[in-house]
């Protein structure tokens, strides 16, 4: 897929055409979300819920340290937060940014 191929000047423009609500402006930005889409999300299908290119925690895990929380949700040997669910999205909902003034860590 290269930007000669879309029907606006950008990968990004090219998606906030339906989904204006992601462009923002907003206060905490996630660098991701700026620089490409497609850095996280398949425009043409994926098997993973949003159309992501991997499953969380892993595609998390790419930019990431898979560690380093001060707190584990779930306290069973072997179990974590990451583990569960939704894993780091569980807690870090607003992927795309958030105005809230303590987002910075992006959390719902």
Not at 43 to 69: F, I, K, W, Y
Request: charged share 15%; glycine share 8%; aromatic share 2%.
């Amino acid at each position: 897929m290269t930007e000669s191929a879309l029907n606006k000047p950008s990968i990004n423009d090219t998606c906030y055409s339906c989904h204006a609500e992601k462009r923002g402006p907003v206060l905490w930005e996630h660098a991701p979300v700026t620089e490409n889409c497609v850095t996280c999300h398949n425009p043409h299908g994926s098997v993973n819920e949003s159309m992501l290119t991997h499953r969380a925690p892993q595609l998390c895990q790419q930019c990431h340290a898979d560690d380093g929380h001060a707190s584990r949700v779930v306290q069973q040997p072997g179990v974590d937060a990451f583990g569960g669910g939704k894993s780091c999205l569980n807690c870090h909902s607003q992927i795309h940014g958030s105005n809230h003034p303590a987002g910075s860590t992006l959390q719902r």
